[in-house]
């Protein structure tokens, strides 16, 4: 019997650990990519109420085994809106489940008038960088570096509304 798919559904401050292990997860698959959760991620422990006073929102879906996906939304003052903490747990992709969070992202994008969605990805994250591509987003030339543990250099990706 086919497991039933993940329920997408708001973030409450109390998803900080199940993100985190999804985080870990996602980073664990590329060579220096290290997560250290206090020393650079610690909005987690009170994740939704981070993004709401950005004006922004946090999705998570969640299956049985608990939080599998997750995408983050806040707009930009230039007219646009911003995704950030766009993972999805390994088994769960090529099923759709990525779409669906980048649909709420879209929803809220044009809900609030923005004109383009961005975000930034590490530059390890080629799969990702195929996702993005298939759904509109173009890849801009531009690449900055965090300084952060993973030594990580991103790329910037934007979508026209």
């Known amino acids: 019997m086919t497991p039933p798919a993940p329920r997408i559904r708001?973030?409450?401050?109390?998803?900080?650990?199940?993100?985190a292990k999804?985080?870990?997860i996602c980073f664990a698959e590329y060579p220096g990519c290290v997560f250290d959760r206090a020393a650079e991620m610690p909005e987690l422990d009170a994740i939704a109420g981070h993004f709401r006073a950005y004006d922004g929102r946090v999705w998570v879906a969640e299956a049985a085994s608990?939080?599998?996906?997750?995408?983050?939304?806040?707009?930009?003052?230039?007219?646009a809106v911003e995704l950030l903490k766009v993972y999805v747990a390994p088994e769960h992709r090529g099923s759709g489940l990525a779409?669906?969070?980048l649909?709420?992202?879209?929803?809220?994008?044009?809900e609030r008038g923005a004109e383009q969605i961005?975000?930034?990805?590490?530059?390890?994250?080629?799969?990702?960088h195929q996702f993005y591509r298939k759904h509109g987003f173009v890849q801009t030339g531009e690449k900055r570096f965090l300084a952060d543990l993973s030594d990580t250099w991103e790329f910037r990706f934007v979508r026209r509304l």
Do not use: C, H
């Not at 961005?118 to 990702?128: A, K, M």
């Open 10 to 19: 708001s973030a409450t401050d109390r998803d900080g650990d199940g993100l």
């Open 22 to 24: 999804l985080i870990a």
């Open 66 to 79: 608990g939080i599998v996906g997750s995408l983050g939304a806040r707009p930009l003052t230039d007219g």
């Open 99 to 101: 779409a669906d969070l």
């Open 103 to 110: 649909a709420r992202g879209t929803v809220f994008a044009r």
């Open 118 to 128: 961005e975000l930034w990805s590490d530059t390890r994250f080629t799969r990702g």
